[in-house]
């Protein structure tokens, strides 16, 4: 009987590691074109997000999902020192910097000029949300060891921003995370006013506070967005998946599409929103022909389960090995996704 749960618990921790990272996947992909466009003109050219709309039908990932599996990397390879992760970390970002990744965050880009020149503190006193975007998997994978979960997405945060406000934003994901992997909380609403114990950063809190409030309260999206902000700020995008999270949490994919449908920095918000979503629900609960739709390259679908699965192998004491990809075929979807990145920036130009 006790094999018997250990297994159940392995497989159960495995499937939510996995939604984390497909969560954040199908949220990337699916709010990628959409980045920093209104509502209206969201509304207006695209309608409700239910397929992709980047490249034809198929989806693709951006740095919110690589830098993502980047960190799952590194807790592969350094489950038990916070330091020597983010040391990790900090080479894996150099590695994917000069593999030229597109949408790149100013604060993320500053970050891997100085750890690419050798400097140990890399990080910037940027409050952009690029520490909040990948910190959903250090909270699930540490789901049942609080201080690790806080020691390691603090850690890793600063390898590219040290400001309080983005530090306190990406514990905060993470803390969120590992209450909706832990199957503790028994409502997406509960377990983002639990996470709040992890918040010191008094802006960030008191936003949180108001989008819980508006959740709990039956807001519009409108309402939210307008009160809380969608910009790429972590005061304005952490609330704001906290507010769609504990609103919508209950269906992963009116979440994220809610996510989207409010503008603003469309790709981290639904990413974050959609790897709470995979925490709490599991991998088996995501829209299976979205999944299905992202590109099974570098950093896809098969890259990421491997990804979890190996996770789940260390959480449980045993050694597993990094899973491979191609680091030169990541270069050249990068290399030839450009022309269609700038095409789509272009297009934005264009009155409707």
């Not at 499937?15 to 699916?30: I, M």
């Not at 994917?96 to 020149?117: D, H, N």
């Not at 790429?232 to 994919?253: E, I, K, M, N």
């Amino acid at each position: 009987m006790n094999d018997s749960r250990t297994e159940e618990r392995e497989i159960d921790l495995e499937v939510r590691l996995a939604g984390v990272l497909l969560g954040t996947a199908l949220g990337d992909a699916l709010g990628i074109p959409m980045e920093g466009m209104t509502p209206r003109a969201i509304a207006r050219r695209f309608g409700r997000p239910d397929r992709f709309h980047l490249f034809g039908r198929r989806g693709f990932v951006s740095d919110d999902t690589e830098q993502s599996a980047l960190v799952a990397q590194s807790l592969i390879l350094h489950s038990a020192d916070a330091e020597a992760c983010a040391a990790s970390f900090r080479k894996s970002l150099v590695g994917w910097f000069f593999r030229l990744p597109w949408g790149i965050g100013l604060g993320t880009l500053r970050s891997c000029l100085r750890a690419a020149a050798g400097l140990k503190n890399s990080g910037v006193p940027s409050a952009g949300n690029g520490a909040a975007m990948r910190s959903a998997i250090t909270g699930a994978f540490f789901a049942d060891d609080l201080a690790s979960r806080r020691e390691f997405a603090a850690a890793i945060a600063r390898v590219t921003h040290t400001h309080e406000l983005a530090v306190s934003g990406a514990v905060y994901v993470a803390e969120v995370a590992a209450l909706a992997a832990s199957g503790s909380c028994p409502s997406p609403y509960e377990c983002g006013k639990l996470a709040l114990d992890c918040v010191h950063a008094d802006p960030l809190r008191q936003s949180i506070e108001t989008a819980l409030k508006l959740a709990n309260d039956g807001g519009h999206v409108e309402t939210a967005a307008l009160q809380l902000k969608t910009s790429g700020y972590v005061l304005h995008t952490v609330p704001f998946a906290a507010f769609c999270f504990a609103r919508f949490g209950s269906d992963p994919l009116e979440a994220i599409q809610e996510a989207i449908m409010a503008g603003g920095d469309t790709d981290t918000t639904a990413a974050i929103v959609a790897a709470w979503c995979g925490a709490s629900h599991g991998a088996e609960k995501l829209p299976a022909s979205l999944v299905s739709g992202i590109h099974d390259g570098p950093f896809g679908p098969s890259h990421l389960r491997a990804l979890a699965h190996s996770l789940a192998l260390v959480s449980q004491g045993q050694k597993s090995q990094v899973p491979r990809f191609s680091r030169i075929m990541a270069m050249v979807r990068n290399i030839g996704l450009y022309p269609v990145i700038l095409a789509h920036g272009f297009r934005r130009l264009v009155p409707l």
